[in-house]
């Protein structure tokens, strides 16, 4: 399922079973290079044995780390002929849990053996610099990434979590859990909200525990790394993380996270989660994700949800394989195939990095 080696291609995908044509130049634009990158990093890896790093929650709600073949994290082989790569595009398993315009997720894999073409994953992808500003003064050992969430990605968990709950029966346990929180009757006012955000946090973290054999990979950050943050790549240049959804609601739980006085962004992002779920388990069976963060902004601005520095990303990511990825940058001519580094656009840094190295495709 390799591009041809005398056309621009990326390792695993082709017009054949991607929606994106490597073949023109539109699709090496940074928008597209920073999905389509790491999904052909994620089947080079598959092909080798490499297997990326997963974060994943135990029963008390930490983050720990496992590992996950590329066929689990895709749930299909991703060098399978009936492995469809769709960017850019609505999962399926997810729209009927939200109402409004079905909101975009970076990759869907589908499973073209089947009549329907069926949805297996959505999955975001976050291509992160390793360094980052907060860490490239530290020793190589402390190195690590700064990860942004948007708003979206609090619509997928709380999809995600919603899934887990289909029959009656699953939705009074689910209603059950949220039920911790006393009647708030104007959600929108932070002085309603900043006393019960314990219970609420409560509430979300017993989810996480119940459903701790359930989670399913959500986000996907492969790491490239500088030297000293510097525009030259490291000789072990590349990896990649996974991060659970119940990982990914974890970043919100961080000591720094909470605030007595206000609601800072995590905070938010949780009542969020909360507020999605409980009107899912109400009469109409679905929420409006894009209400919730619009009329619950709590006086900070929505572009983001969250962001965390590489200091504080460095307690979830630390491994081996952050300090050294096992992918070295002489590898990347195994990946970016029939001249595709020429189309590229340098207008992002890991774009600029390798139209910078031409050494890397002697």
Known sequence: MNAKRNEPGLFGQDHNNSSRDYSQEYYWGKNQ??????????AYMSHKGVMPVYLCTDSENNVIHKTISGTDLFRIDPLSQYAFYNFESSFSAYDRFYTGEREKIDLVMLDTSTPSNS???GLEIKLTALPDSTTKHLSEEKYSCEIVVRPPTINFIACSICNCFNTNDEKEILREMLSIVPKINHWEEPDEVLPHYQLILKSI?????YLQRNQTPLIIQPVWKTQGGKSILSEDCLDVFVWSNLAVIQMCNRKDSYNSKRITRPMRAIIWIYLMLLDYVSVYGQFDYRRIVR????????????ALSGIQTYEFLNCAELSHPRISKN???????GGGQNLLSPERRFDAVIVNSPDLFE
């Open 331 to 337: 590898e990347i001519k195994n990946i970016i195939l």
């Open 205 to 209: 973290l017993n989810i996480s525990t």
């Open 33 to 42: 290079f920073n999905s389509s990158f790491p999904a052909s990093l994620v």
């Open 119 to 121: 949805a297996l994953i």
């Open 295 to 306: 009329l619950h902004s709590y006086n900070i601005a929505n572009d983001k949800a969250y």
